[in-house]
C-alpha cells in the first residue's frame, strides 16, 4: 500500500495506466468499456489527440496565471464559446475547478446580488430532497441526500427542501403529469410564503437529476410552474446541470429542452470531459450589472479560477462538440441506448423503471416491481453491481438511498459521445450480466 488516503481506504483499486476511445486499460492490461464516463465526466473518451493537443500546446506558452493580475486567451475564448450558445440573457461566465466549487461561486453570488441591489433580507435557499449538488459544505447543505449529508449536519447551513419531481414514486394513482406537476410547484409556492415571501434567494435544482435519483427527467411544464415562482416572488432560479449539462441530454443545456431561462447555471464535468480539472458558473445580465454598478466586485475567488490550461482544454471539447456534431450524436445513441435497455430490461422482474434523456439513463433496480418494494439495503446491491460490472469489464454508476436516502438502489449509464452502436451492445450486455449475477448471488 502506498500513502494516497483513497475514497475507500479499505478497497484495492486496479491502476489505470491507458485510455482507448471509449475503454480504460489497466495495468493488467484488461480493458473496461466506460459506459459512465466516470461519472458522467468523459465524454470524448480517454485519448482524443486533439484536446491533448490543445493541452500540450497551452503549456508551452503559459499554463497558469493568477487571474488576480491577468487575464488569458483560452478563458476570454472559452467564455465567448459558451456565451454564444447559451440560453438567452446569459452574459457572463465565472471558471472554477470542478462542479461542487460552481455551486459554491452560485449560492454566494446570489446572495450577493440581493445585497448589491438593497435586499438584505433575504437569507434562505430551497432545494429538493432527494437531490446532490456538491460536496463541498455550502453545496452539501443545499443538496437533500441524507446518507451524504448526515455526518456534516452540524456544520451545514440551514437550507429548505421541497419534493423532487419523480414520477416514479411521487405521482399519485390517478394523477397526470400535469397535474403532479402543478403539485410540487404549489409546494414550491407554499414553502416561499412559509419562509416570507421577501426572504428567499434563490430555489436550486438539477434540470435532469444526477446521482441521487439516477437520471430523473422532469415532467412538462414544471420548471415553467417554477420558473413563475421565482418571478413573482423576485428569487433566482439556479440550475445544476453539473451532471446533465453540456451535451448529456442532447442539447448543449439540458434546460432548452424545458424552454426554461434560469438566472445562474452550474456547469462542469463534461465542459472539459475530464482531461482538465474545470467548472463553471453562467450569470445573467441583471445580476452581472447588479455587482459591476454596486460594489463592483464579486467577493469570492479560488486560485485556479480561470486556469489558462484547464480552459485551453475545455475549449478544445467544445469546439470538438460542435464541430463534430456530436449532440446530434448523442440524440441518435441515446434513442439506441434506450430502446436496447427497454428490449433486454424492461420486462426484467427488478428494474421497476428506465428513466433518462441523451446518453443519460438509468434503471431503478426492485424487489418487487409491483409494488414497487426496494431491495434491503443491507444487500448493498448498487456496491456490489459496480464491483461485479468492473470484474466483467464495464463501468457503470450504481447509487444507493434513490427512495429517501436509505432505500433504494439505481444503476446510471452515462457513455461517451463517440460510443459506437456496437459499444452500445456491449455495454447493455454487461450491464444485463451483472445485475442478474449480483441478485442470483444476494
Not at 416514479?168 to 412559509?194: F, S
Not at 420558473?227 to 442539447?251: N, Q
Amino acid at each position: 500500500m502506498g500513502h494516497v488516503f483513497h475514497r475507500n481506504p479499505k478497497h484495492a483499486y486496479p491502476v489505470a495506466v491507458g485510455g482507448d476511445g471509449p475503454y480504460v486499460i489497466d495495468s493488467d492490461g484488461k480493458r473496461y468499456l466506460d459506459a459512465c464516463c466516470g461519472a458522467a465526466v468523459s465524454c470524448l473518451g480517454h485519448s482524443d489527440r486533439e484536446v491533448i493537443g490543445a493541452i500540450k500546446a497551452q503549456q508551452d506558452q503559459i499554463p497558469f496565471a493568477h487571474t488576480s493580475f491577468f487575464t488569458n486567451q483560452p478563458m476570454e475564448l472559452l467564455a465567448d464559446e459558451l456565451i454564444e450558445s447559451a440560453p438567452e440573457g446569459m452574459a457572463r461566465v465565472y471558471f472554477c475547478s470542478g462542479g461542487s466549487e460552481a455551486v459554491e461561486a452560485a449560492l454566494k453570488l446570489a446572495r450577493q446580488y440581493f445585497v448589491e441591489i438593497g435586499q438584505s433580507e433575504r437569507s434562505h435557499v430551497i432545494a429538493r430532497r432527494q437531490s446532490y449538488h456538491g460536496n463541498t459544505l455550502g453545496a452539501l447543505a443545499t443538496g437533500g441526500n441524507l446518507w451524504r449529508r448526515k455526518q456534516f449536519e452540524p456544520l451545514l447551513v440551514k437550507v429548505s427542501h421541497v419534493a423532487p419531481c419523480y414520477t416514479y414514486r411521487g405521482k399519485q394513482q390517478g394523477e397526470t403529469d400535469t397535474d403532479y406537476g402543478r403539485r410540487l410547484v404549489r409546494e414550491l409556492e407554499e414553502e416561499v410564503l412559509r419562509l416570507g415571501q421577501n426572504s428567499v434567494i434563490a430555489f436550486v435544482a438539477e434540470t435532469v437529476g444526477g446521482a441521487t435519483l439516477g437520471c430523473v427527467t422532469p415532467v412538462p411544464g414544471y420548471f415553467k410552474g417554477v420558473r413563475a415562482v421565482c418571478d413573482k416572488y423576485g428569487i433566482l432560479l439556479i440550475l445544476d446541470e453539473v451532471m446533465c449539462g453540456m451535451g448529456r441530454c442532447g442539447t448543449l443545456y439540458a434546460c432548452e429542452q424545458e424552454d426554461v431561462v434560469p438566472d445562474l447555471v452550474c456547469i462542469g464535468k463534461g465542459l472539459g470531459a475530464g482531461y482538465q480539472p474545470i467548472g463553471a458558473l453562467l450569470a445573467s445580465a441583471k445580476i452581472y450589472d447588479a455587482v459591476v454598478n454596486g460594489s463592483g466586485f464579486f467577493q469570492h475567488g479560488h486560485t485556479y479560477t480561470g486556469h489558462a490550461t484547464a480552459c485551453a482544454g475545455a475549449l478544445a471539447v467544445q469546439r470538438a462538440v460542435k464541430q463534430r456534431g456530436l449532440l446530434a450524436t448523442v440524440r441518435e445513441r441515446g434513442a439506441g441506448l434506450e430502446a436496447r435497455l427497454r428490449a433486454r430490461l424492461g420486462a426484467h422482474p427488478h428494474v421497476g423503471e428506465i428513466r433518462g434523456r441523451g446518453l443519460f439513463w438509468a434503471l431503478e433496480l426492485v424487489q418487487e416491481r409491483a409494488s414497487k418494494q426496494p431491495f434491503d439495503a443491507k444487500r448493498k446491491i448498487n456496491a456490489r453491481l459496480k464491483l461485479k460490472a468492473l470484474e466483467n469489464g464495464l463501468m457503470c454508476y450504481p447509487m444507493g438511498g434513490t427512495v429517501d436516502g436509505l432505500a433504494g438502489d439505481h444503476v446510471m449509464l452515462a457513455p461517451p459521445f463517440i460510443i459506437s452502436e456496437a459499444q452500445l451492445d456491449e455495454a447493455v450486455d454487461k450491464l444485463a450480466r451483472s445485475i442478474d449475477e449480483v441478485i442470483a448471488a444476494s
